[in-house]
């Protein structure tokens, strides 16, 4: 089975960046619609940010448009996502998956960003 490995959280303060990155084990996610999607303690997990296969064509969720950055490579069978302007409620577990998915899918351990002061 194709596995994605999440990384490039970590703690930043409020107004910093970071990036991170999703590696796919196999090329066919090449061609897939991903996404990047995040669960904050006590809430459901939602998406974030999505790129489809073909066209390169991206969406986001209105809490993030004009901070995130959705891209992919790939030859690098890797999609990113770069955060700007971090807030405190972006701090949750970010996860990359196939767009759309759901729970019957099969999820990576993600990657934990905290913002905070």
């Known amino acids: 089975q194709a596995q994605l490995a999440e990384s490039g959280g970590g703690l930043v303060q409020p107004g910093g960046s970071l990036r991170l990155s999703c590696a796919a084990s196999?090329?066919?996610?090449?061609?897939?619609?991903m996404a990047w999607y995040r669960q904050a303690p006590g809430k459901q997990r939602e998406l974030v940010a999505s790129i489809s296969g073909g066209s390169g064509r991206t969406n986001y969720a209105d809490s993030v448009k004009g901070r995130f950055t959705i891209s992919r490579d790939s030859a690098k069978r890797t999609v990113y996502l770069q955060m700007n302007n971090l807030k405190p409620e972006d701090t949750a577990v970010y996860y990359c998956n196939r767009s759309p998915a759901t729970d019957l899918d099969s999820w990576g351990q993600g990657t934990q960003v905290t913002v905070s002061s």
């Open positions: 196999r090329s066919i996610f090449n061609l897939l619609n």
